[in-house]
């Protein structure tokens, strides 16, 4: 099974790379940059280089690939089209590509809250506007998909139990990546995140509980 990482040398996308080499999966990072992704990521990591924004680009790395994960993201900048172009009509590019080149599964990494237009988020280039609309692409799209919509990100992991639950029903609260790169890997072989939105979070008091209860969402 070959895995496609896009935005493989993000903070999350490095987190994901990493816990896929060390499940002794075959993985392609799709990059931008194939000096910086050589310094960040596992010499096992076969790199492809390309841009959401450019779709023919993306062809080759979406040949021959089973999963495509995606983990790209526009970062804050005077551009306030950026999430536009990279959430928006660059998930847009992937999900068309991925449909071409007969993937099997499109993971799909956002974020809690997509739903709620007035969040002070939004205030910033309507960041999860935009990441919602490309969630309905996904799911309108015929691919089957998991969607990974985690609270905010935090650099440090943590001990603290991972919760997790349907679309719309977790509005505040923070994860580690690590912890959602291994929800990404998980749904990779569990047909039980089939067309499912998961939203996640980790929880100092919530009940730690195996990976069975966590994903029967």
């Not at 993985?27 to 959401?52: F, T």
């Not at 495509?68 to 993201?73: D, E, L, R, S």
């Not at 490309?134 to 943590?158: H, W």
């Not at 990404?184 to 990976?211: F, M």
Request: with cysteine.
């Amino acid at each position: 099974m070959k895995i496609l990482v896009a935005g493989a040398t993000g903070q999350t996308g490095r987190r994901i790379v990493t816990e896929l080499v060390e499940k002794g999966m075959d993985v392609r990072g799709l990059v931008r940059d194939e000096a910086k992704a050589k310094d960040i990521l596992p010499e096992s990591v076969e790199l492809v280089v390309g841009d959401v924004l450019k779709p023919s680009t993306l062809k080759n790395a979406l040949q021959g690939c089973d999963v495509v994960i995606c983990a790209t993201g526009a970062t804050p900048s005077l551009d306030f089209t950026a999430f536009y172009k990279v959430d928006l009509e660059g998930s847009k590019n992937l999900i068309d590509g991925a449909k071409e080149a007969g993937v099997n599964k499109f993971i799909f990494v956002t974020s809690l809250c997509v739903s709620k237009f007035f969040h002070p988020l939004n205030l910033f280039g309507l960041v999860l506007f935009w990441k919602k609309q490309a969630e309905k692409y996904l799911i309108n799209s015929g691919l089957n998909y998991t969607i990974v919509r985690p609270g905010g990100l935090k650099n440090e992991d943590n001990l603290y139990p991972l919760v997790v639950r349907g679309a719309d029903t977790l509005f505040e609260g923070s994860i580690p990546r690590r912890k959602v790169a291994q929800v990404c890997v998980e749904a990779i072989s569990r047909p039980e995140t089939d067309g499912k939105i998961l939203e996640i979070v980790a929880q100092e008091d919530a009940p730690s509980q195996d990976w069975d209860q966590l994903l029967a969402v």
